[in-house]
């Protein structure tokens, strides 16, 4: 299972979504507008996520 969060802008100029597995100790973050790019601005955050744990949950 993993959860997600957004940061404000600062410090960083654009806004990034924060991943982090409660399994396992995978973590990253990804930039809010690549995500939207790649996987389209109307993909339901269930979808998302499916995508990019890639069958592990």
Excluded: E, N, Q
Excluded at 35 to 56: F, M, S
């Amino acid at each position: 299972m993993f959860y997600t969060r957004t940061t404000t802008p600062w410090p960083h100029p654009y806004v990034r979504v924060w991943l982090a597995c409660t399994k396992c100790s995978r973590h990253g973050s990804k930039r809010l507008a690549r995500l939207a790019d790649k996987y389209g601005a109307d993909v339901r955050i269930t979808d998302l996520l499916a995508h990019l744990v890639g069958g592990r949950a």
